[in-house]
């Protein structure tokens, strides 16, 4: 039954999704399977007593374990697949400034405030740093989508390049925390020193950040060679070579401890970059749309439960409604404070080694695009704060938990609805500039003055 009712969500979201988002001002296609995500809810709330109080509850609550196995992995690897290679390479200094550094920056930022400001009373530092690494992940697909890359390629290249690094980033963050926290807590227990945290989380984060694009980018070799090797010459057998191997790669990395996202990530771009020439072009077509459907659905799937677990009574039962309200207002405005802190600095630096200089308008764009949090924030803060679903949650922990679930909502739902107009209205002026430009490299439109040869135009 809730199988079913998640296919007539996400078929009714495809229908709909998309017409809505293009008519509409303030919807994309994100916030869109949101809100549906959060009617749908409601309506499940309202008619329980019909349903069932178990089954509502069931429906309602995020899997986190089924969103790293099975929704996360086509997404991340059709961002490696669909890189444009000559772009992203020219900005990657850019992008590891904004993705690696700024990413560290803000959870640096959110962490030391968290703990100076709220932690000596309410948490533990171990929680302060795993809600700063948990909101570090951005979400910039509202603004991707307002963005165009053919009158914009270089904006668009750092914003993409960046959101899919900072996921990245964020994901090895939190697993450096958490392996830190357990190191820190058997040596409490055994009565060592308890003045290491800092440290480790700087060994692990740095030990899982080269391990896992080591495996990311021999993996991706790896397909290469075997594609090469086996001389394959049916689509069908090409796509389920590159499908299981680079699969088998992002479970290797969660096996062995390692970032299955950034070793998926770095996969998915060493395969568009050598694997997909030792396919056929039927391979090649079916490769890139076999993903790109497959992420399409898995994006759909994600935000439509981002919505309907905002709304699970569990968790709000179990957290301090005052103290989330107000946590939730500290948080948002952090967010913006932390990103302004490394974007203004960052940007003044990328216009002194770069030749695409970015305009103060292009330093908002680049801000704005990384205000808003997803379902990667939600996935993470259930992953550090819920690792066992069956066990009662402490009030803390739960507090944190609806905290992190409300301030998506706000970013999806509040920043994506400001997107589509607050950018267009920015950029217009660029955009009219960028199509003057192309016009005039066509010779039929160029403006002669009168008695002036070709060679003055």
Not at 122 to 132: I, Q, S
Not at 262 to 285: D, K
Not at 368 to 381: D, E, F, K, Q, T
Request: glycine residues 8%; neutral net charge.
């Amino acid at each position: 039954m809730s199988t079913c009712v998640l296919v007539v969500l996400v078929m009714a979201w495809c229908l709909g999704g998309h017409h809505l988002a293009k008519r509409s001002r303030h919807f994309t296609e994100g916030s869109a399977a949101c809100a549906l995500g959060l009617a749908t809810g409601l309506v499940l709330l309202v008619f329980h007593h019909y349903t069932g109080w178990s089954w509502v509850t069931n429906l309602l609550e995020f899997n986190a374990a089924g969103f790293f196995t099975w929704l996360l992995p086509p997404v991340i690897f059709y961002c490696g697949l669909s890189v444009e290679h000559e772009r992203f390479f020219y900005a990657l200094p850019s992008i590891l400034l904004y993705g690696v550094f700024g990413t560290l920056a803000s959870f640096a930022i959110i962490s030391l405030f968290m703990y100076g400001a709220l932690g000596f009373a309410l948490f533990k530092l171990e929680d302060c740093l795993a809600m700063g690494a948990i909101f570090a992940a951005t979400d910039s697909v509202a603004t991707l989508q307002v963005l165009d890359r053919n009158t914009m390629p270089g904006l668009f290249s750092l914003v993409f390049g960046e959101g899919v690094v900072n996921d990245a980033v964020s994901v090895v963050l939190l697993g450096a925390v958490a392996n830190t926290a357990r190191a820190h807590e058997a040596a409490a227990a055994g009565g060592a020193a308890k003045d290491t945290i800092a440290g480790g989380v700087v060994f692990n984060f740095v030990y899982l950040l080269v391990l896992s694009l080591l495996l990311g980018a021999a993996s991706g070799l790896g397909i290469a060679v075997a594609l090469r090797r086996l001389m394959l010459t049916e689509a069908h057998q090409e796509l389920a070579v590159i499908t299981l191997l680079s699969y088998f790669s992002y479970l290797l990395a969660d096996v062995t401890g390692l970032s299955g996202i950034l070793a998926l990530f770095v996969c998915g771009v060493v395969v568009s970059h050598y694997a997909l020439n030792n396919v056929s072009e039927e391979g090649q077509a079916a490769t890139l749309t076999s993903f790109r459907t497959a992420s399409y659905l898995a994006e759909g799937i994600i935000f439509l439960y981002v919505g309907m677990d905002a709304l699970d009574p569990l968790k709000w039962q179990g957290a301090n409604a005052a103290e989330a309200v107000w946590l939730v207002l500290v948080l948002t405005a952090l967010l913006a404070a932390a990103r302004a802190a490394f974007v203004v600095p960052f940007s003044l630096l990328h216009n002194i080694w770069s030749a695409d200089k970015l305009s103060s308008r292009d330093i908002v764009v680049v801000w704005w695009a990384g205000l808003m949090r997803g379902a990667v924030s939600v996935a993470l803060v259930y992953y550090y704060f819920d690792d066992n679903p069956r066990q009662v949650l402490d009030r803390s922990r739960a507090t944190l938990i609806v905290s992190t679930l409300m301030v998506v909502m706000i970013s999806i739902l509040g920043f994506g609805a400001l997107t589509k107009p607050l950018l267009a209205a920015m950029l217009k002026g660029e955009r009219e500039a960028s199509l003057r430009d192309q016009l005039r490299t066509i010779p039929l439109l160029r403006w002669v003055k009168p008695g002036a040869t070709s060679t003055e135009m």
